[in-house]
């Protein structure tokens, strides 16, 4: 029986690369993507926890490998045990929706928690949100919403450009509110264009201070849309370049023995996250989702 969709591949390798949309609800079952996933083997036994965390999802939704809970169960343990921060991301995902896993609740908070100790921005931002959504610990989760967004994190930077904007911090700020939209416009995340539009044009309203401040805000529109590390194509043609990129850092070698090998790849793209999603940051269990290619 298939596993509803909680996690999958495309939000794994978002959460690694910037990733653009796909169709929604694309999978890896043909055969030419089969043979994508049976290469993550090899880096996994070579130690990358990215290719481990891959795997983890694969056989938990059974995609481009037969489904295998106890292999979804032993990747995602060496993944976590090499101390991957998505891994711990999407386990406490898996145990908040009963995937994989039994459903306990105390258990998915500690595992997002060792997330958010690791400085993964996703889980950061998903504590934040669901604390002001309670109206608890608000000051708590501010903090981690701006140390997120230092992180790069868009969602977060465009919650605290909202704050900014509206005053929730405080004062209204919006020339802080518009640095950060200029950023965001950069990217084209959701409506920072327009946002930092109508912010301009509000300075432009102003002293000549404000008219100074608004052709900084409007530099952005000389800029070029750009996109970090951007993979493209299917969600194949994305498993593809990821395994172009693990090759370059992992021995290409067969792994002695069947034994894991305990060393990670830290200095390479897995350590450099770039955040692309939509308005969620919610972690389910399809290839498609784990690389974020559903956003």
Not at 132 to 149: I, K, M
Not at 155 to 170: K, P, Q
Request: with cysteine; proline share 3%; glycine share 8%.
């Amino acid at each position: 029986m298939k596993l509803p969709i909680i996690v999958g591949l495309s939000l794994v390798l978002s959460s690694v690369f910037a990733i653009s949309p796909v169709a929604a609800g694309e999978r890896c079952d043909t055969e030419s993507c089969r043979a994508q996933i049976e290469r993550f083997q090899r880096y996994a036994q070579n130690g990358s926890f990215e290719a481990m965390l891959i795997l983890a999802v694969a056989y938990a939704n059974g995609e481009g490998v037969e489904q295998d809970i106890d292999e979804a169960r032993k990747w995602m343990k060496e993944s976590i045990r090499l101390r991957n921060p998505q891994a711990f991301h999407v386990k406490s995902s898996w145990r908040r929706h009963g995937v994989v896993f039994p459903q306990d609740l105390e258990r998915a908070d500690h595992f997002r928690d060792r997330a958010i100790e690791l400085g993964f921005a996703p889980a950061m931002y998903e504590k934040a949100i669901d604390l002001l959504r309670a109206n608890q610990q608000v000051d708590e989760a501010l903090e981690l919403l701006s140390e997120a967004a230092e992180q790069g994190h868009p969602e977060s930077m465009y919650a605290v450009a909202r704050f900014y904007e509206e005053g929730v911090l405080g004062e209204q700020d919006l020339r802080a509110a518009g640095e950060i939209y200029k950023h965001l416009a950069v990217v084209g995340h959701g409506d920072a264009r327009s946002r930092l539009r109508a912010i301009a044009e509000e300075f432009e309203q102003q002293s000549e201070e404000g008219q100074s401040i608004a052709r900084q805000l409007r530099e952005y529109e000389n800029m070029e849309r750009i996109e970090v590390r951007a993979m493209t194509g299917s969600l194949e043609d994305r498993l593809a370049q990821m395994n172009d990129l693990l090759f370059k850092h992992f021995d290409n070698r067969p792994p002695s023995g069947t034994r894991i090998r305990r060393a990670h790849a830290c200095s390479g793209f897995g350590c450099s996250v770039i955040y692309q999603r939509g308005e969620s940051d919610f972690v389910g269990p399809t290839l498609l989702e784990a690389l974020g290619m559903d956003r």
